[in-house]
């Protein structure tokens, strides 16, 4: 068991048994290391004696602290920016966590294009790289890819078909997305598609994969709060939390309806960190990281979100937040479709990684509004 295997084995809440040798790679890259699931996944790695980083994104915003490690190698590069200094970087290592993706839905009929190219096109040279210099690739890919529900699809979507159909199976559930003109579908198709051509590389070339596909994992430095961080629209959490910091309605799309399971980030990166210290379980396997009883519909997260924010700030003022019925071609514009529902199957994780998350809804939220109540002080802009 190398150092960085040792330390490793220390953080997680089961130890490994010997049954089950676990050796941690020495050196990881994480491409997209300073998005959010990154940043959280580079700070455990950084955490891990002896383990060195080399991260590749774009921005420095959430992993400039990190600068000073002598164990954290950034390169601020977009990835098809310079495919050879990916190449040499892919090569130096023991293994790739490829989380570079834009995975906005405010951004899949904006900005398809772009959706596309970062989702597929630029997942294949990481792919080969890794093939080529036999390096484990560990992509992250999205619990998207399965569209709708079977039942969503049906002329009575009230049939009394057992909750079991919609949870969601590595490799047994179909995905089932809608036509073209649904453009919210091109993100979901694409990311369908580096999971099929990864699976390939494995069959026909020896590549050495997992992919991973995270259900709505939540956290401190999620997307940006619009107006004091970035513009745009962001995803759910961060839409919400910018509505209550700001005190403005909260916008329910198309009724919230749409049900989540919400994880909390740490839980996800102790999963990810799992799949990384097993490398022959895990090769040529998907996982589903999510919390199948952690579930809820957006309009009750409103509410659960305003009630907790209340509790924090001290304030029942707060209470008295409206949240705001819009349409989703008024929220996001023309082509937007939506998932019905999302649960995922923990079977696998269970079994393969040991791993089982144990943090409620409740739990997960109060963590990550307790963090954003310190983070952004009262009247503080
Ligand atoms: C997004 C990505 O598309 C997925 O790839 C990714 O896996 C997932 O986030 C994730 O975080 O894991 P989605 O869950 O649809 O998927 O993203 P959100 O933007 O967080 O939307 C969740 C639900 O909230 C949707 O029904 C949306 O319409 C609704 N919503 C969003 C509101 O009702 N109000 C808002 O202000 C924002």
Redo the contacts with the bound molecule.
Sequence with gaps: MSRAAISEATFAAGIPSMHNPTSFPDRVAVLGCDGFIGHHLVERLLSMDGVEVVGWDRELRRTRHLLSNPRFHFRQADLASDPSALERDIASVDAVVNLAAL????L?GSQTLDVIRSNFTDVEPVVRFCAQAGVKLVHLS???VFGRTLRSWLPDQASALPRELDVMDEDRTPFLLGPLSSTRWS??CA?QLAERMIEAWGRERGLEWTIV??????GPG?DYLPGHDGEG?????A??LK?LIDREP?????G???R?TFLHISEAVDGLLRILARRRDTSCQVFHLGKADNETD??E??VSMRSIWARLRQDPSILEIPLQD?S?EE??GPG?D??DR?IPCMNKAQTILDWTPTLSLEGALTLTLGDYHLRYPENKR
């Design positions: 995975c906005n839905p405010s899949y999205t619990s998207e993100y979901a990311k596909r995270p259900f709505n994992f939540i999620m629209v962001p995803r759910v959490l839409c919400f509505a909260m916008k329910l799309v198309d919230g309806r749409a989540r957006i309009r997260l409103a819009v989703s929220f996001y937007y939506d998932s999302r």
